[in-house]
């Protein structure tokens, strides 16, 4: 169990050290081009990073505080949800397209590292309780979501110049950091109810 605890801690300093360089990147790409999509999943980047910092601080702790601190990651999973809705308003006022040869660009190089990080954490994701079941859903929704800005930017480069479809995959994106946050707070509930005596 301690070399469980130890390999974990490893991979989840690896993969939070992963997910603050690109936000870096992928925020400054965002604001360059006034991309929606980019900006939350930068911020999605950064929310991962914290996520996966506190997962190696309380690899020690009792079920009960391991379930608390769930309780208060699942309201984390939330923060990069309600960014999206703050600039999805914003660019509703202004709809102009991203420029989309950087928005494909940034879209695969975050599908990348999301890929090696939700491959990097399959194998603890049932370890940990909430907290690895946290980093690993967020490492496999941002797959996906990854995925959908690339999409974004090949639509509006072929089919649509419009600013619609960035905008569609950031409320998608938020959609899923919604999901990923009720299932983390059920995981945590669960675990709670478990170190109740």
Known sequence: MAI???????????VALLNLAYFGLEFAVAI????????ADSVDFLEDASINLLIALALGWSLRNRARLGVL????????????????????LVPVAPD???????????AAINFACA?????????????TR?????????????????????????????????????????AMNADAAKEVWE???AEHRSATP
């Open 119 to 131: 491959s990097m954490l399959v194998r603890y994701r049932q370890h940990g309780g909430s907290l």
């Open 73 to 92: 990651l699942a309201g984390i999973l939330l923060v990069p949800g309600l960014a999206t809705l703050w600039t999805a308003y914003q660019k509703f």
């Open 187 to 189: 995981a945590a509930r």
């Open 100 to 110: 989309p040869l950087p928005l494909v660009l940034t879209g695969l190089g975050a």
């Open 32 to 39: 360059a081009i006034g991309s929606v999509s980019l900006l």
């Open 134 to 174: 946290a980093a690993f859903l967020s490492a496999r929704n941002d797959v996906v979501a990854n995925i959908a800005i690339i999409g974004a930017g090949l639509v509006t480069a072929f089919v649509w110049n419009s600013a619609w479809p960035d905008l569609l995959v950031g409320l998608g994106i938020a």
């Open 4 to 14: 469980m605890g130890t390999g974990l801690r490893r991979v989840v300093t690896r």
